[in-house]
Every structure is written in structure tokens, then in C-alpha cells.
């Protein structure tokens, strides 16, 4: 389940800095983005399907009932501002929203992994 979480989030983390730094990184001749059109697809689907399925995976505990309803309400809200912020990269594919994308992926693990600690339901 943790390992999930981290694979997941990885992604839509990755995607805003790849987004941040992608002339940077074209300049210094990695290829961490596809160049041509297949880009913004690419950028979308690594960032906003990744945050869903992650939103799901972190959800399962409370699904199982092996969380209780505060860590189902808490997860299912953190998970749904990164699916928000993954989404405005998708849509708006700006340095702005990646920006943002990051802060929120910076800001989602540590949250998730305190509600893990305060259920008490949890194995």
C-alpha cells in the first residue's frame, strides 16, 4: 500500500518539474519530454491519470475498513486537491500550473502518511 503511494505520486511530481525545467533540460540534451505533439498527451496522462489512480490506491485502506472515517474524508480530500492540480497541468500545460502541481505534490505525501499515523485503525 505505502509503495503504491509513492510509486503513484511520483509521477504527477515528476511531471511538473519535467514541465518547469523542459528547456532547461533540452538545452543540456536530456530528453525528459517527448519533442514533438505526442508531448501534451504524454504530460497529461503520467500527471492526471497517475493522480487518480493514486487517489483510488489510497482510498482502498478505508474501502477494506482498516481506516477509520477520518482517514477515508482526509484522503479522499487531499487526493482530490492533487487530482485538481493535476488536472490544471493537464488542461492549462502552463509553468504556472506546474508550479502548483508541485507544491501540492510536495505538500500531499507528507499529509497522507500523517493521517496513516493518526488512525487509529490502522494495522
Known amino acids: ?7 503513484l505520486w511520483q509521477f504527477p511530481h515528476f511531471m511538473a518539474i519535467a514541465w518547469m525545467y523542459r528547456e532547461d533540460y533540452a538545452r543540456a540534451g ?3 519530454l ?10 497529461m496522462w503520467q500527471s492526471f491519470v497517475a ?6 490506491v489510497s482510498l482502498v485502506p478505508a474501502i ?9 474524508a482526509g484522503a479522499l480530500m ?7 492540480y493535476s488536472a490544471r497541468l493537464a488542461s492549462r500545460k502552463s509553468n504556472a500550473s ?10 500531499y505525501l507528507p499529509a497522507i502518511f500523517v ?3 493518526l488512525d487509529r485503525k490502522w494495522p
Open 1 to 7: 500500500m505505502l509503495y503504491g503511494i509513492v510509486f
Open 30 to 32: 536530456y530528453l525528459v
Open 34 to 43: 517527448p519533442l514533438n505533439e505526442q508531448r501534451d498527451r504524454y504530460v
Open 51 to 56: 493522480s487518480l489512480v493514486l487517489l483510488a
Open 64 to 72: 477494506y475498513e482498516k481506516s477509520s472515517l477520518v482517514y477515508f
Open 78 to 84: 487531499i487526493g482530490a486537491i492533487f487530482t485538481y
Open 98 to 107: 506546474a508550479r502548483q502541481l508541485l507544491i501540492a505534490s510536495i505538500l
Open 115 to 117: 493521517l496513516m499515523m
